[in-house]
């Protein structure tokens, strides 16, 4: 008999069991390890949020200016003493008697001398006198003391040119003086003080003929004594002047293409329109150079002028300096575009080559910009040499190729760059106002590179 063989049970070793769980949990950690190590590594393309802004803080911009005249300077001819006998800032003919000159300053006492003698004034003459004290009398001001000098050399002036002046000269020769009567040069305003600045011209304006500390103004009043060949008194010869002010560089090529602007005198807030230029100076530095045609008598005794001008304040976008870039787009006239698809974009009846074949396809790219007679597109949407069919059945075609050059910035709203002309209204220190509202234009709040020159058209970026 047989004997049973005791049976032995081996244990196998299971198959590896596997958590599903942990696999897509593991995938999805490396997954993110990758993308952190993509976001840390890559530069991010910074951005900039475009929002609504104005002029208005670079408005009515205060300036310094220098006025420029046609002036002419007289000399004395004789030494002595000076009277004059009409006020300064009044305006005078080439024959209006205006100062005399005598060696002792004895005028006063030639005058009592010969109006007590024979000459007498007739009614004519003490009425012109007298109308002269009334209108002084009825408009002097104790605040203004300087109008009592200013009266006191009319008045003098009136009654020299009713005296006889001839006898006025023989009776200085008969007591030893040298006397003589003298008539304006020249018509014009006459002004009695010199500052140098009287031969100034435009384009020979420097940086420092506007430093108000080193500029000296000589003044001249009766009873002076002067010398043979000094100046004594100058005529304005013209009602046309200028204001010549400092310009930025920003500034210059903001009034270079403005040929009229509103300025307001500060001293007392009279406000005009004028003419205005920008000139090279001698220094090579740009100057405002603003002309009017009144107002000369007003501040003719000013050298200095403290002005405004007031701009017009200008609403649009506000965008960085930064952000501008220039780009070649192409130009597709308007005849072949056609408003179409689920968001009515504009698109075109482009022909393309399919497996050897042309066919027809209805492309619709991004419009960068259009004007009256085209749509105007990134070179990057088109290749050169494209053809696009009339809409209108008429077999016409036209061949991509023609461009144009705009400024513009790049749009990031969708993740990547798509360029967007603008229209700049105002230039700012580091911004430009550009023009909102307009079709394919920018619209506030949309993200544009803070940098333009930093990406290209059709970049994907990481913000």
């Not at 009602?239 to 930025?248: G, P, R, V």
């Not at 798509?418 to 580091?430: A, G, K, Q, S």
């Not at 307009?438 to 949309?446: C, N, R, S």
């Amino acid at each position: 008999m047989a004997t049973n063989k005791e049976r032995k049970t081996v244990k196998l070793k299971s198959a590896l069991s596997l958590n599903i769980g942990f696999v897509i949990l593991g995938l999805v950690c490396v997954y993110l390890f990758i993308n952190m190590v993509i976001y840390f590594t890559t530069e991010k393309t910074s951005y900039y949020e475009v929002v609504e802004g104005s002029n208005s803080e670079d408005l009515n911009t205060s300036y310094v200016g220098i006025a420029l005249r046609d002036e002419t300077i007289f000399t004395s001819k004789s030494a002595g003493y000076i009277d004059y006998y009409v006020s300064e800032c009044s305006r005078v003919s080439k024959n209006t008697t205006l100062y005399s000159v005598d060696s002792k300053g004895t005028l006063n006492e030639l005058l009592a001398e010969a109006t007590s003698s024979d000459t007498k004034l007739n009614a004519d003459n003490l009425s012109t006198i007298s109308d002269l004290i009334t209108s002084f009398t009825n408009g002097y001001d104790d605040m203004s003391f300087s109008q009592l000098y200013e009266f006191k050399t009319s008045l003098k002036g009136t009654v020299v040119d009713l005296v006889n002046m001839n006898k006025l000269q023989k009776l200085a020769k008969k007591k030893g003086e040298s006397f003589s009567i003298n008539k304006s040069g020249s018509a014009g305003i006459v002004m009695y003080r010199i500052d140098n600045y009287e031969t100034l011209k435009k384009k020979k304006l420097k940086q420092s003929s506007f430093d108000q500390s080193k500029y000296i103004c000589a003044q001249f009043s009766s009873g002076s004594e002067v010398e043979k060949g000094s100046p004594i008194y100058k005529t304005i010869n013209s009602e046309e002047w200028s204001i010549a002010i400092q310009l930025t560089k920003e500034q210059a090529k903001k009034y270079k293409k403005t040929s009229g602007v509103k300025i307001k005198f500060l001293k007392d807030d009279v406000t005009t329109t004028a003419n205005m230029e920008v000139v090279k100076g001698a220094d090579k530095k740009r100057y405002g150079i603003i002309t009017l045609s009144k107002y000369m008598v007003r501040y003719a005794t000013d050298r200095f002028l403290d002005i405004q001008i007031i701009d017009q304040k200008t609403v649009g976008l506000k965008i960085p300096k930064t952000s501008l870039v220039t780009k070649q787009l192409y130009a597709i006239p308007k005849e072949y575009g056609a408003e179409g698809g689920e968001a009515n974009n504009i698109g075109f009846n482009r022909q393309v080559r399919v497996e050897g074949e042309l066919k027809n396809e209805f492309y619709y790219p991004t419009i960068a910009y259009s004007d009256e007679n085209n749509y105007y597109v990134s070179t990057t949407l088109f290749e050169k040499g494209d053809v696009l069919l009339s809409l209108n059945g008429d077999g016409n075609q036209f061949v991509i190729g023609n461009t144009q050059e705009f400024v513009g910035v790049y749009s990031i709203n969708n993740g990547y760059t798509v360029f967007i002309r603008v229209n700049i209204l105002e230039t700012l220190d580091e911004y430009y106002i550009v023009e909102s509202g307009t079709v394919f234009g920018l619209a506030q709040y949309d993200r544009i590179v803070l940098d333009g020159s930093k990406v290209s058209e059709n970049q994907i970026v990481f913000q």
